[in-house]
């Protein structure tokens, strides 16, 4: 067997391009993104979500901060942009550094235009099954089982990770589509005994190749998320060998990390329309 790969290129070009004709139409969408600092690999990732921004018509401001900013200060830019008209959407890229808590310049941002869904409010909405603004990874992959009109009502889904922007709304996004989902962490025991019986199986750990081709269900469907930068290259966190018994495997890369951007950029869009009040932001 070999699998049908769930590529993101093309699903995320088509979102992309809708971007576009969405901006069109509201006539002007303001994102703001703010780098604290100067790691390499943040500078890597706003660059890309940037020139994606602006290719849709998105105008795209690149608020570059020093890393010895103080945590007072730059609670006073955030304010400053909340209260900016021009601006509807505000991504502000993690990690922050270690003298800046990062969970209160979340909080600090106006929840509508959290266009990363980080916000406890936008986070709460998420787990209690209500509209809201979702993480674009995890949102991302919906949209590629969805693209592949795979079977998710009733499925047993084993989501390998439990952080804030990647496993946990990942399984409530499966838990509201009638999963029935595992959420593994580097406690749990007994690995392969969950993720054999996982007819949907997503990997977002940050460990090469963690999932062998032996831990997959035959048949199944793997989603990797994983991005793991080593000697070979990007790799993900499943072993490309998982190919030969799945059904469906999104690769890396050109599998989830395409669609994580699309997604980013349609999440601007809903808090476009949220600000407009063509969306009702619940309050
Ligand atoms: P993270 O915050 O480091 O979380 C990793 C999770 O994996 C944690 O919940 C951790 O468990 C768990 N874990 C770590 N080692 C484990 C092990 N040996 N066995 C079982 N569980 C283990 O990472 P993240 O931000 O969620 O990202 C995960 C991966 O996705 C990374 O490779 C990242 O680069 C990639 N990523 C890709 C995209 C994309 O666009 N494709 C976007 C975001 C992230 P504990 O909670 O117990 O520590």
Not at 6 to 20: F, L, M, N, S, T
Not at 182 to 208: Q, Y
Request: glycine fraction near 8%.
């Amino acid at each position: 067997m070999s699998a049908t790969l769930i590529k993101g290129k093309p699903i995320a070009e088509r979102i992309r391009a809708e971007v576009a004709e969405h901006v069109k139409e509201i006539g002007h969408i303001g994102l703001v993104t703010v780098l604290v600092g100067d790691d390499p690999a943040s500078d890597v990732y706003i660059r890309l979500k940037h020139k994606a921004a602006v290719e849709a018509g998105i105008e795209a401001t690149d608020l570059r901060l020093p890393a010895e900013i103080s945590e007072a200060e730059l609670l006073a830019r955030v304010a400053e942009l909340d209260a900016d008209e021009q601006v509807d959407a505000i991504l502000v890229q993690l990690p922050l550094p270690d003298h800046i808590d990062e969970a209160r310049i979340i909080r600090a941002l106006e929840p509508a235009k959290d266009v990363d869904g980080f916000h406890p409010f936008n986070a709460g909405q998420l787990y209690l099954g209500r509209r809201t603004l979702v993480p674009a990874t995890p949102l991302g992959v919906m949209v590629m089982l969805r693209e592949h009109k795979l079977e998710l009502d009733g499925a047993r889904a084993v989501v390998i990770g439990r952080s804030d922007i990647v496993g946990k709304p990942m399984a409530h996004l499966l838990m509201q589509a009638n999963a029935t989902v595992t959420i593994w962490h580097s406690h749990t025991k007994d690995l392969p005994r969950h993720t054999l019986d996982a007819d949907v199986l997503v990997a977002a750990v940050g460990v090469p190749a963690m999932v062998s081709a032996d831990m997959v269900k035959t048949g199944g469907v793997v989603i990797d998320v994983g991005i793991n930068r080593t000697e070979a290259g990007l790799v993900g966190d499943v072993d490309p060998g998982a190919a030969e018994v799945a059904a469906y495997l999104s690769p890396v890369p050109g599998g989830v990390g395409p669609m994580t951007i699309a997604c980013l950029l349609q999440n601007a869009v809903v808090c476009a329309r949220y600000r407009r009040g063509e969306l009702a932001y619940p309050a």
